[in-house]
């Protein structure tokens, strides 16, 4: 991709050049070369806050994702458990400024008032590594944050949460800590996954693959 910076410098340094044959001479070229520095200079001015606040070529390449995609969620809830498979789902994604908003609904509930999920993802440019936070409405969970350690490959990335409590299965608190992660791939542009990994705070250290949302774009 190329670069504003190299794009700007090109196109002052170009401004000024009429004649073919006198951007051969040393005198063109200094003056080229003048301009070209001339671009960076500018483009340094900006502020970095400024600059970085804009989306960049990760949250660029996610934009490409807005729309309806239906949904299907798989839940295992403990290790070789039985999967419980959920269909009829839509994700409504779009992006607020650097950030992809998902929002997990039944397709008959058109005017969302019925909303399961939402979560937002977003590269922050500053650290260098993906933001996300996701709020469940199904269970007492609370608002779950995580981190990526890096940029990921740009097929998938790794989300580290935060530990966060559970209540239990039982009708008695039990009050349980879990870590837990995100991975989102990226199957081309219509098919994306995230699976999220368990850990119990139970003394095994047992992971298991506890849900999957696999999500296919509405045509």
Request: charged residues 20%.
């Amino acid at each position: 991709m190329l670069e504003r910076r190299h794009f700007v410098g090109a196109v002052l340094g170009s401004m000024f050049i009429s004649d073919p044959a006198a951007a051969q001479t040393p005198a063109a070229k200094a003056g080229g070369s003048a301009q070209l520095e001339l671009g960076n200079a500018a483009l340094s001015a900006v502020p970095a806050a400024q600059r970085l606040n804009e989306l960049g070529p990760e949250n660029a390449a996610m934009a490409a994702c807005a729309g309806l995609w239906d949904v299907t969620e798989t839940v295992w809830d403990k290790p070789g458990g039985d999967p419980v498979t959920t269909t009829g789902l839509v994700a409504e994604r779009r992006m607020i400024g650097a950030y992809l908003q998902e929002v997990i609904r039944p397709a008959s509930d058109t005017s969302s008032r019925d909303i399961k999920r939402i979560d937002y993802l977003s590269f922050q440019r500053v650290e260098g590594r993906w933001k996300y936070v996701s709020i469940e409405m199904r269970a007492p969970v609370g608002i779950m944050p995580a981190y990526s350690f890096d940029r990921g490959d740009g097929k998938s990335v790794v989300l580290a949460h935060d530990s966060f409590a559970i209540a239990g299965g039982g009708s008695d608190v039990a009050g349980q800590m879990l870590r837990m992660n995100t991975v989102v791939t990226r199957d081309g542009p219509d098919r994306d996954v995230k699976n999220q990994h368990f850990i119990l705070s139970d003394g095994a250290g047992t992971v298991w693959l506890a849900h999957r949302y696999a999500y296919a774009r509405r045509a």
